[in-house]
């Protein structure tokens, strides 16, 4: 997977949203990636990180958003199609997170989150499933024994 970016005061600014993300909280970190957005805006990995950071603040909208402005950027970006099917996931989307899963490991088949998000979103999946084929076969109507 190509995970260089543009310019390296962009990936300075990455690693550094990355470590205020752990010490500071999100607020500081996303305040970084905005920062680096206003000087390049076509930082796909820019636009990854602010995904991922506005995915932990539960913003799945704004976060969506910024998982198709990356991808667009950048086809071959198994962050940004991991954190989409992460989001997919939350909103009940299991198929389509799958779909989304098997893209970042498509993209990236070491990619050990996007095997695990995918097991978690496959169980979910099979057991709606099973609950609908379970209570569809429970109120089918059966005919009267004579």
């Not at 970190?29 to 990180?49: F, T």
Request: glycine share 4%; proline share 3%.
């Amino acid at each position: 997977m190509a995970m260089s970016c543009d310019s390296v005061e962009g990936k300075a600014a990455l690693k550094k949203a990355l470590r205020l993300l752990s010490s500071e909280g999100v607020d500081g970190a996303l305040m970084v990636v905005e920062r680096e957005l206003e000087n390049d805006p076509k930082n796909w990995e820019a636009w990854s990180a602010k995904a991922e950071i506005l995915y932990f603040q539960k913003n799945h909208d704004m976060s969506m958003q910024c998982c198709e402005r990356s991808i667009s950027l950048n086809p071959d970006n198994a962050l940004a199609f991991n954190i989409k099917g992460n989001i997919l996931y939350k909103l009940g989307k299991y198929k389509e997170a799958i779909e989304c899963y098997n893209k970042a490991i498509e993209i990236e088949p070491l990619f050990v989150r996007a095997w695990y998000n995918k097991k978690m979103a496959t169980e979910l999946q099979l057991k709606k499933s099973r609950l609908s084929v379970h209570y569809m076969a429970s109120h089918t109507v059966r005919p009267e024994k004579r």
